[in-house]
């Protein structure tokens, strides 16, 4: 299982767009895929539960995966929600 804590970068959150390549993203990886922020841990593969977080630009989060290929997929997560892939 990997953890990764990131600070959201994205100029206006993770709105319905990100989420959706969030989640098509996720959808390429075997492995199981978390969200944490505050208390509430959500599947990543779910865009309604990425919604339902309200993730805003600056705040942090962490990824969890577990699985074959946690580490890639954390990766190309994290440079998503960091604002660093087009």
Do not use: W
Not at 6 to 31: M, N, S, T, W
Request: with cysteine; glycine share 10%.
């Amino acid at each position: 299982m990997v953890e990764k804590k990131i600070v959201v970068g994205l100029e206006q959150g993770v709105h319905i767009r990100p989420a959706k390549q969030f989640v098509k993203i996720a959808a390429d990886y075997e492995c199981e895929i978390f969200i944490h922020k505050d208390d509430n841990r959500i599947n990543g593969k779910s865009i309604l539960g990425i919604m339902s977080l309200a993730i805003d630009t600056g705040e942090e989060v962490t990824l969890i995966a577990d699985g074959a290929d946690e580490q890639e997929a954390i990766a190309s997560l994290e440079n998503l929600l960091t604002g660093r892939e087009g």
